[in-house]
């Protein structure tokens, strides 16, 4: 879409001309005018392309429903980074779900939503142009959330299929040798998105020590921590160390785990209370509402609610990725295994005219215009090479996603 931006600030002419929102995200938003029903459309648009867990959204709003009425006190103004109710609420509850011990509220602050975490905790880490440290493939809003507004630049660590998709020290240290730029931290995701894997904890202590002897902060990125499905169980950054130090930092949100990403509400867990004091400085912008922070405190304390619950979200979550995987399988279609998450990354690489990136946008293409199914495109993910694609399955009924994996079948032949 273009527009007039003559009379606009050069910062917003230059976001307007970056395109900020990808295009298979403004085809989705296209695409939604005319979804897939199996009745009255179906031949209809179906998103396999946007994180969301929406298997279990009935679960969620049916328990938020039984929180009790808002409390005066929710309207006023409060901390601006949660209130402390919350916050002990949100230690109590991380602490025994995933973190493997409680932190305390000034150890935790309150943003709305986990990009909003990201971009005011880079911000308090990095001058403008410093250098963060992304495993590719990537989720795509960490880009967004980084380079945006707070101007830090991230240095992609490319990883390769051909070796698992691991990440070792010497990527690491190849790619600040090939920065150009002084690097301040390295994000580091598990549950990984869109692999769907869950990092090992020799491979998580392995990214501490090398943090630790380049002296550059790692903000670990936990936010599928409890959406783990397979045989390897989750082991978050904070289960290895009696502290974290003033260099480790830890961001989660409820909008994956819950498939709450509409209440806008994420956290961050540190030990270095100038970065949370630099946060607070921010938050005025970025705050979460008082009735949400009372609706979520009420349900993550029902602990036999929080223990069933997670209980049936990862049976769903298995579920749904068995399913997919079985028509993944049948239609031969290469995948990466996953044991997290809501995505599989797809391998379509056989499928491009050429081995590159123009080859696999016109095959993205291709299956959003002829099988009206839309992926994440492997350019958008920051893949190394061309050929990979993300499918998300869990924000739509598995029915639908086998019906998007037969049309891609027969469109691929």
Known sequence: MSYDTRRLSYRAQGLLAGEA??????????GLNEPFDPAANPGGYIGLCEAENRLVAEMVAERLDRAPGVP?????????TGSVRFREQLGRFMGRTFLGREFGPDQISVLAGAGSV???????LGDPGDGVLVATPSYHGFWLDLELRAGVSIVPVHRSIDDDFRLTPELLDRAVADAGRPVKALLFTSPDN????????????????????RDVHVVFDEIYALSVFGERSFTSCSELRQSLGERVHI???????FGASGLRCGVLVSENLAIHAAIDAFAYWACCSGHTQHVLGDMISDETWVD?????????LRGAHARLAAALDAGRI???????????LLDLRSHLAAPTWEAEHSL?????????????????CHVGEPGFFRLCYAGQPTDTVEVAVRRIVKLLG
Request: overall charge negative; charged content about 20%; aromatic content about 12%.
């Open 251 to 257: 961001v989660w949100a409820f909008s994956k785990d």
């Open 308 to 316: 069933s619950y997670i209980g049936s979200m990862r049976g769903l």
């Open 118 to 124: 990201l971009e005011n905790l880079f911000y308090a």
């Open 364 to 380: 993205w293409i291709r299956i959003l215009e002829q099988a009206r199914v839309n992926l994440t495109p492997g350019a958008a």
């Open 21 to 30: 929102i990808p295009e298979y995200l403004q085809r989705h938003s296209e």
């Open 334 to 344: 290469r995948h990466h295994p996953a044991a997290a998450g809501v995505f599989v």
């Open 194 to 213: 869109p692999l769907g894997t869950v990092t090992s904890p020799e491979e998580i202590g392995r990214v501490l020590a090398w943090a630790d002897d």
């Open 72 to 80: 005066a006190a929710a309207l006023g103004y409060d901390a601006m």
